[in-house]
């Protein structure tokens, strides 16, 4: 990743962070994702499977007043294949990723109108947050510019943006402070932040592979960070890194 990128990231994160109601974070979160074509999301939990009262679970809603009458109306919460991809993986995926068994003919005819409704492409972020339920913050639009690398910070973006909402965001209050990385781990942070990969690290600073994975596998674990990206966004926000 570059230095802009990081910076676009993190400042659209402390962005969020500075506002002061649900309506002032996703008009953030609608900015900052509509620079890779990505102009309709829902941020929502997933309640258990045949729940039909799912609405309820809703943090943000930027769907068209019309697809999300429409997905209302036809019950396509129950067979939306990429809920159900969402409850079995952790891992970012773009609709056309779908495995093939999850596309029913029920399951298909909810992408087939969604492409109707001007969403032919999309990414959805699965969310798996300890002791909660699974939730997903799914984005598209009739046509998206979203290179591989820039997943790694939508995804950060995302999960930033759903925990806020959800208020998992919150500082815990139980007074312990937060461990501190080593020389080491900064300096390979910087080095991430910088854009080099882990082979490129590992060569910088003449360590294998798995040293360097380690040390990236502490870091992510001291900062509560999901990948790399977001924890350079919390190691600049606590000042540990420089860019």
């Known amino acids: 990743m570059e230095n802009k990128t990081v910076v676009d990231l993190f400042a659209a994160i402390s962005k969020i962070d500075a506002a002061r109601s649900a309506d002032a974070i996703l008009q953030e979160f609608r900015l900052a994702v509509e620079r890779y074509g990505l102009r309709n999301f829902l941020i929502t939990g997933l309640p258990v499977p045949h729940d039909t009262d799912w609405q309820r679970e809703i943090l943000g809603d930027g769907w068209s007043p019309e697809w999300h009458r429409r997905y209302v109306t036809e019950e396509y919460f129950l067979h939306d294949p990429c809920v159900a991809q969402c409850r079995h993986s952790q891992e970012p995926f773009r609709w056309g990723e779908l495995p093939a068994a999850r596309l029913v003919p029920r399951a298909k005819l909810v992408m087939d109108e969604a492409a109707e409704f001007g969403m032919k492409e999309g990414i959805c972020i699965p969310i798996h947050v300890p002791l909660a339920g699974p939730g997903v913050v799914t984005m598209a639009s009739d046509r998206i510019e979203v290179p591989a690398s820039a997943m790694p910070l939508i995804e950060t973006l995302c999960v930033h943006t759903f925990r806020s909402l959800s208020g998992l965001g919150t500082p815990t209050s139980d007074g312990d402070e937060p461990m501190p990385l080593t ?61």
């Open 183 to 243: 020389a080491r781990e900064r300096e390979l942070l910087e080095w991430s932040a910088q854009g080099k990969s882990t082979d490129d690290i590992a060569c910088i600073l003449g360590v294998t592979r798995n040293t360097v994975e380690s040390h990236q596998r502490n870091i992510r674990a001291k900062l509560d960070a999901i990948n790399v990206a977001h924890a350079i966004v919390k190691a600049l926000r606590r000042q540990e890194i420089q860019i």
